[in-house]
């Protein structure tokens, strides 16, 4: 490849969450990618360290998904999502529900993540109205979470970058406290050993607001694009008793966690805890196609099936729910997963990640190292009033030393591919051991 594939003039495009007159005066392009690298614009080979955003969980170019999304858009482009059906929808919801934890069945498609959050707080919404309890209407989510862009998301998501900009959001939304504690918990191998009791904090919020106003409680098992904050052990299962007890539904937003990331199917799985609604994107379909998917309890669905049945039950959906090409990916990246164990893969890696990213434990700027499953962090000091300048610097030396990891404030965050092999670790951590020396 050369760099004529690029063209002159990058103006046109408004790239999001991207320092977009920074990135034009020297732009970072990929144009292929295989398995475990990218291909730059200049023709190098760049170690993902990051699965893309934290999707593409099989590798890149997988034959299967590839031949499925070229077969199907021969065969079946578009059916209309409303008031007709494809087979494959069908069969792709069928093998989500097969991996999912037991009771959540059934399944509503999305385009992404963030309209699987819009999803799943209006199925919850709207459960609390269909079962004669329509007082319930608030939400709550949690300081520093990230619940994608969309209004709901924003509003029950705690970053705040992402919040002031836009004006009231929904109202009715209250936000419990994020775990993430340096003090007690740096360094931390797995889940920290400290906060438990931050999770008493939702009873709290019950206290004020009544449980009788209180819908659903949304959080990520381990918030991801914050800048990967663990929960500690006992933590979600409080959440679920506390939820259980008051009759509020309990959300889990598994865009990051699901599909294999922490070494199990879903983060569910990992911590033994099951919502009431399962919200995924991401790595449903490798990244390949846009597509989410919304688990809902079987008790959740069942609410809304009464009254004359030819009657829309739930007046929500968008043009592309259950895409045929999406869902045609989805099956082929699930035969993936299934073939070679990756829903799984990561336990088996989990302890090799942690020891490598641990040993960089005393590089300069270091203040925390945390890892779960294939994920990890790397929390830096920050430059004196210059946050998040000291991370995005390592961000572009390892774009241009050959390895793709991803920077959220001071905090450098991994989540390679879950067919990652120990000497790519080796790679992604011996390169950040060299740039950590050279960073100011
Ligand atoms: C936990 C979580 N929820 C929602 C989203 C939003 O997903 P999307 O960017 O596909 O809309 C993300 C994206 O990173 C996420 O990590």
Redesign the pocket.
Same mark, same amino acid.
């Given at each position: 490849m050369s760099n004529r594939t690029v063209p002159n003039d990058l103006s046109a495009f408004w790239m999001p969450f991207t320092a977009n007159r920074q990135f034009k005066k020297a732009p970072r392009m990929f144009v292929a990618a295989k398995d475990m690298y990218y291909t730059t614009a200049d023709g190098r080979q760049v170690l993902d360290g990051t699965a893309g955003?934290?999707c593409v969980n099989a590798g890149h170019c997988r034959p299967k998904i590839v031949e499925a999304i070229q077969n199907q858009a021969a065969e079946l482009d578009y059916a209309p999502a409303f008031q007709m059906g494809h087979p494959k929808a069908f069969e792709l919801a069928n093998r989500i529900v097969d991996i999912a934890p037991e009771g959540l069945n059934p399944v509503l498609f999305t385009n &992404? !993540? /963030?309209e699987s $959050?819009e999803t799943a707080l209006k199925v919850a919404l709207a459960y609390q109205r269909v079962k004669g309890e329509g007082a319930r209407t608030r939400l709550i989510g949690r300081e520093r979470a990230?619940? !994608? $862009?969309n209004f709901g !998301?924003i509003s029950v998501g705690g970053i705040v970058t992402n919040r002031k900009m836009f004006g009231t959001l929904l109202t009715g939304v209250d936000h419990m406290p994020h775990t993430h504690n340096l003090a007690k918990n740096a360094f931390s191998k797995g889940l920290p050993q400290h906060g438990v009791e931050l999770a008493d904090e939702l009873e709290r919020i019950i206290t004020l607001h009544d449980a009788s106003t209180i819908a659903a409680v949304i959080v990520?098992p381990v918030a !991801? /694009?914050t800048g990967v904050l663990i929960p500690p052990p006992g933590y979600l299962q409080r959440l679920r008793e506390i939820t259980k007890k008051h009759g509020i539904l309990l959300i889990f937003?598994e $865009?990051?966690t699901g599909y294999g990331r922490l070494g199990t199917p879903f983060g569910a799985d990992y911590f033994g805890v099951t919502p009431d609604i399962m919200v995924t &994107?991401?790595g449903l379909t490798n990244g390949v196609i846009p597509m989410g998917a919304v688990l809902v309890s079987s008790e959740i669905h069942d609410a809304f099936m009464t009254g004359p049945e030819h009657v829309i039950e739930f007046f929500h959906g968008y043009t592309y729910s259950g895409n045929p090409i999406a869902s045609a990916a989805g099956l082929a990246t699930l035969e993936t997963y299934k073939d070679e164990g990756l829903l799984t893969r990561g336990a088996e890696l989990a302890p090799y990640f942690e020891q490598a990213l641990h040993s960089l434990k005393g590089e300069r700027h270091v203040i925390d190292i945390r890892n779960i499953g294939l994920v990890g962090a790397i929390e830096l000091e920050a430059i004196p009033g210059a946050p998040t300048k000291r991370a995005f610097a390592a961000f572009v030396k390892a774009f241009e030393q050959g390895v793709l990891i991803r920077t959220t404030g001071d905090i450098i965050a991994l989540s390679p591919p879950l067919i990652v092999e120990k000497q790519h670790i080796d790679t992604i951590v011996e390169t950040l051991r060299g740039i950590l020396k050279t960073l100011e």
């Open positions: 955003l934290w &992404a !993540g /963030s $959050v990230y619940h !994608g $862009v !998301g990520e !991801g /694009s937003d $865009v990051i &994107a991401k």
